[in-house]
């Protein structure tokens, strides 16, 4: 074995950072999750893609943490990323059921209001992905600037503010009515993760960051009220990505990522 020279050190210690895959998580040449990869919702039992559900992993308090970047170790449990279901699992105490059957704590701590604090979570990641879209050239907003890019056929996504009018978003859909249309983030969330005032209509060129997008925004319809699925249009996904350096730097809760799950979990996820 030759002499440990500074580079190989340097390799070493970059590669010792990878987050390890979950166990049963098959992933490609890029490190993406295949899509055969789903994941078992603990209240209905459905089997869906990890990015229509939210993972929860235990801290080191024998608290709930929600690991919506799927990036913490630890054994994790998935939820359909659903309100009513989020409150549900509450309800009925399925998350220590979960636990308690690999050895975790009976009665973990749940977070007062854990769906409302998913929303806002939720809300702050679509926002982040929705910033690294504008700062990358992929986004454009203003209605006339919107209307230009969709008669050019540049753009793969369509942005309504939730809580804007109705007449200048039909004078848009007929110009390409089959477009993924998005209508999660308010006026204010729009405008703050764009860098501009009053943006009520965005859009979005096709690629990996509007893919990302599309995903956090359709976890986001599950918690708003009065919002479903059908606020984001048939998102494609083939983007599917695991969790990045900068997904990793995304706006999760801090509180909560910076407690690390219990040492010596192996992460095993059902």
């Known amino acids: 074995m030759g002499p440990v020279t500074e580079r190989s050190q340097r390799l070493t210690t970059t590669s010792d950072r990878r987050p390890v895959p979950a166990k049963g998580r098959r992933r490609n040449e890029t490190g993406d999750e295949g899509e055969d990869s789903l994941r078992r919702c603990i209240s209905t039992g459905e089997s869906l893609p990890p990015e229509r559900l939210i993972r929860f992993v ?3 308090d024998d608290g709930l943490v929600p690991d919506l970047g799927r990036e913490l170790p630890g054994r994790g449990v998935w939820l359909k ?3 009513e279901v989020v409150e549900d699992a509450v309800r009925r105490k399925l998350f220590g059921r979960a636990f308690a059957r690999a050895g ?3 009665n973990p701590s749940v977070p007062d209001g854990l769906a409302d ?4 979570l939720l809300a702050r990641r679509a926002a982040h992905w929705l910033g690294l879209t504008r700062r990358a050239g992929g986004a454009t907003a203003g209605f006339e600037k919107v209307r230009e ?4 056929g540049e753009i793969s996504v369509l942005i309504q503010a939730s809580d804007g009018g109705a007449d200048g978003l039909r004078k848009l ?3 390409k009515p089959d477009l993924q249309l998005v209508e999660t983030l308010t006026c204010a969330e729009l405008s703050l993760a764009l860098g501009r005032e009053n943006v009520v209509h965005a859009a979005l060129q096709p690629g990996r960051l509007a893919a990302r997008f599309l995903g956090e925004a359709r976890r986001l319809a599950g918690f708003r009220v009065n919002m479903d699925e059908s606020a984001v249009g048939a998102a494609d996904l083939d983007a599917r990505s695991a969790t990045t350096e900068t997904d990793a ?11 690390a799950p219990h040492a010596g979990q192996g992460r095993t996820d059902e």
């Open 81 to 83: 990323a659903k309100r």
């Open 104 to 106: 975790g704590p009976a």
């Open 117 to 120: 604090l998913l929303e806002s």
């Open 58 to 60: 235990i801290g080191p």
């Open 173 to 175: 859909r007929r110009i």
């Open 249 to 259: 730097a995304c706006v999760d809760a801090s509180e909560f990522t910076r407690a």
């Open 149 to 152: 890019a969709i008669s050019k």
